[in-house]
């Protein structure tokens, strides 16, 4: 799916930055190491973490369709996108992937499950501070992120 949208993308000031790139890979990528092999504790019913999981797949879908060919895996100063949940928060696209970490996680619990979500995670808040570098320099982008306070979780953060 991401590289079907990539491929449609529109040009735009990408970044350069290895780091930015390497975070971008990383981001998109990490949370793939999860394990559904010894996790025999359930937080959750299947039912509920399917659920969770699939708005947190909507979500994803939803923010990467109004994107459209703004999309791109690594930063990029394209047209500002301010309808559909990006009337909400920043980064909706991100916190989609979380609700379908965490809807994983509570089916699927083991200390490698935490310990690669987390490290998910920890690289998906390096990637939006590095996003939000490169955005800040869009005027059209400061206006919008005035109006748009929450980054990826209303009223957290």
């Not at 040009?11 to 025999?40: C, E, F, K, R």
């Not at 996003?131 to 748009?148: A, G, H, M, N, R």
């Amino acid at each position: 799916m991401d590289l079907f949208f990539t491929l449609l993308r529109s040009p735009g000031n990408m970044s350069h930055n290895t780091t930015d790139w390497i975070l971008a890979i990383l981001g998109t990528y990490a949370a793939q190491i999860v394990s559904t092999h010894g996790s025999d504790t359930h937080f959750a019913s299947v039912t509920f973490c399917f659920i969770l999981s699939f708005i947190g797949i909507f979500v994803s879908l939803s923010a990467k369709i109004c994107l459209g060919r703004s999309f791109a895996i690594v930063a990029a100063i394209r047209i500002v996108k301010t309808y559909g949940p990006y009337r909400i928060i920043r980064h909706p696209m991100y916190a989609g992937y979380m609700l379908t970490s965490i809807g994983f996680l509570l089916y699927n619990f083991s200390l490698w499950n935490i310990c690669a979500i987390s490290c998910a995670w920890s690289v998906q808040i390096l990637r939006i501070r590095a996003e939000e570098k490169i955005l800040s320099t869009d005027p059209q982008w400061l206006l919008w992120s005035k109006q748009v306070r929450w980054k990826l979780l209303p009223f957290l953060y």
